[in-house]
């Protein structure tokens, strides 16, 4: 190896150590996704086709991007050539020292501490991670309970679950005067697809922990929802995607290891991102013209991106009504005939 290429190896590395910094100074016009940051090109034009890797996976060092669009491919040394388009590398080399020679700015993590020090507006995905980080533990708790009336039994190693005593809910219109402001809540995180948390969805009980709570509105989520989805298990080719928790929860009762996304409503499951592996997916819709809705915009959307789309249909309004009136094997069995076979070995069906 040439002495320049030496160099360009030893730069690689370090400007690898602050990934996140050479992409907000080269592609400001990105952000940071999960684990990526994400923009149109090499050039910084918005959009999406191009991610940078921010943190090291199974699938890729740190620093290491790829443009879908043109196949395009490299490390950092490689994108600031393109992008400040670059004859020689030499002349990358003299930049990448340049930038390195930069004062650091604050961390992700010190901006993270500061932001958590300020007080939250109102729904805001501060306020969001706040919420679910002040409630407690899932297993025996009243939210424990109230899955389980709902004949949700796989309670445990459930991460994206919390359980909160008290939780603020705040009247509207269509509520009864005197309505209380806080219930016990089932409390949800949602998460991109790297398991950022972006919002949290709440679900407020009755305290006698047998059913929601008697409000005008149940079910609110906080936070950045749009694309994202509260989490069981981690997609890679594979995912089911439906709209409510427990949907999702009812179809792990007997798919046990099978990937799933809870969108919260019909319009979010319509704009779920799909993650960037994704080759097959699974739609647990509701059986109404909303659920019709949203397999109608995923049909289009998993067309154009190449990945082949399933129609999960209950038998009745959806798959927890279905698992509560005919029982898990019933389920199962209707479950079973829409699944390709290679994804009947690989998960497991109760």
């Known amino acids: 190896m040439s002495r320049i290429s030496t160099r360009a190896a030893e730069l690689s590395e370090r400007l690898a150590q602050s990934a996140q910094a050479v992409c907000r100074h080269y592609l400001p016009a990105g952000r940071r996704e999960g684990r990526y940051w994400m923009i149109g090109d090499v050039a910084g034009t918005p959009g999406r086709s191009l991610y940078v890797r921010l943190f090291e996976t199974e699938r890729g060092a740190i620093g290491n991007w790829v443009d879908a669009a043109t196949g395009e491919h490299g490390d950092l040394v490689d994108l600031i050539r393109l992008n400040q388009r670059h004859g ?31 007080p939250a507006r109102a729904g805001s995905t501060t306020a969001a991670r706040r919420l679910f980080a002040a409630s407690k533990p899932l297993t025996g708790s009243l939210a424990s309970a109230y899955l389980r009336s709902r004949g949700i039994t796989r309670v445990s190693d ?86 409510g928790i427990e949907t999702m929860l009812s179809l792990r009762e007997v798919l046990p290891t099978m990937p799933m996304a809870a969108a919260t409503s019909s319009a979010h499951l319509a704009a ?79």
């Open 88 to 118: 020689r590398l030499s002349e990358t080399i003299d930049e990448a020292e340049r930038f390195l020679s930069l004062p650091p700015s604050a961390s992700d993590d010190e901006r993270t501490a500061a932001a958590f020090a300020k």
């Open 158 to 243: 459930l991460p994206a679950l919390r359980f909160h005593p008290r939780c603020y809910y705040r009247p509207n219109g269509d509520d009864v005067p005197g309505t209380p402001g806080a219930f016990p809540a089932l409390i949800a995180a949602v998460t991109d697809d790297d398991g950022v948390q972006t919002g949290t969805h709440r679900t407020w009980i009755d305290p006698s922990g047998g059913v929601k709570a008697n409000v005008a509105s149940p079910r609110r989520a906080m936070g950045n929802i749009l694309g994202n989805a509260v989490r069981f298990g981690t997609a890679d080719d594979v995912l089911i995607a439906g709209e």
């Open 272 to 350: 779920i991102l799909f993650p960037p592996t994704l080759q097959r997916l699974y739609v647990a819709r509701d059986r109404d013209a909303a659920g019709d809705a949203a397999l109608g915009i995923l049909t289009d959307r998993t067309q154009a991106a190449g990945i082949e789309i399933v129609s999960l249909m209950p038998d009745l309004a959806d798959f927890n009504d279905d698992l509560r009136q005919h029982g898990a094997l019933a389920l199962s069995q209707r479950v079973r005939r829409h699944l390709h076979e290679q994804d009947r070995t690989r998960f497991s069906v109760d």
